[in-house]
Antibody, heavy 118, light 110 residues
Framework: QVQLQESGPGLVEPSGTLSLTCTVS?????????WSWIRQPPGKGLEWIGE???????NYIPSLKSRVTISLEKSKNQFSLRLTSVTAADTAVYYC???????????WGQGTLVTVSS | QSALTQPASVSGSPGQSITISCTGT?????????VSWYQHHPGKAPKLMIY???KRPSGVSNRFSGSKSGNTASLTISGLQAEDEADYFC??????????FGTGTSVTVL
């Protein structure tokens, strides 16, 4: 089973850009699976952010679509999340996830806490 | 899209069975047989336990089972063990580019 590990800054300033990378091991990111980012703000429920397919096709939750980009780095077996114009409301534990087919989440990273604060 | 409703906590003694409910609406749980369940030990990666309402991934104990009736899905843990103590949350597909998650349930083994 694949393993996923999130990495990136734990602190981002308001109005800045949140950037996280997910490194996939034990399997290729180029397989026929979607790869997602999911987040959980402190004390709140989980929220699916978006997903990417090995072809580069992406889907995003409408409420974040204007601020989010998910991309692939196949040579490094990684995929990334970029969220612009962040506010305190974007403070959350961010998970990278391998999707199952259909419509479930097969493997998760441990999650990384990103705090938006000056 | 509102979160799926789960009880905040459920407890049971070793060997007992417990059931965790996950209540949604006719636009998510009630429409799609695409409910999944996850076990989460804090600080670790969440683990898929059930998908497509009743299917169990390879390697997951058959003590875990899922079901659905109307707008409510359920996860049953039979023969409760100490290692089952964790947080559990459900998730449902809810249309194009939409997933909705449950509020989460803390399971305590007494």
């Amino acid at each position: 089973q694949v393993q996923l590990q999130e990495s990136g800054p734990g602190l981002v300033e308001p109005s800045g850009t949140l950037s996280l990378t997910c490194t996939v091991s034990g399997g290729s990111i180029s397989t026929t699976n979607w790869w997602s980012w999911i987040r959980q703000p402190p004390g709140k429920g989980l929220e699916w952010i978006g997903e990417i397919y090995p072809s580069g096709n992406t889907n995003y939750i409408p409420s974040l679509k204007s601020r989010v980009t998910i991309s692939l780095e196949k040579s490094k077996n990684q995929f990334s999340l970029r969220l612009t114009s962040v506010t305190a409301a974007d403070t959350a534990v961010y998970y990278c996830v391998k999707n199952g087919d259909p419509f479930y989440f097969d493997s998760w990273g441990q999650g990384t806490l990103v705090t938006v604060s000056s | 899209q509102s979160a799926l409703t789960q009880p905040a906590s459920v407890s049971g003694s070793p060997g007992q069975s417990i059931t965790i409910s996950c209540t949604g609406t006719s636009t998510d749980v009630g429409t799609y047989n695409l409910v999944s369940w996850y076990q989460h030990h804090p600080g670790k990666a969440p683990k898929l336990m059930i998908y497509e309402v009743t299917k169990r991934p390879s390697g997951v104990s058959n003590r875990f089972s899922g079901s659905k009736s109307g707008n409510t899905a359920s996860l049953t843990i039979s023969g409760l063990q100490a290692e089952d103590e964790a947080d559990y949350f459900c998730c449902s597909h809810a249309g194009i580019y939409t997933y909705v998650f449950g509020t989460g349930t803390s399971v305590t083994v007494l």
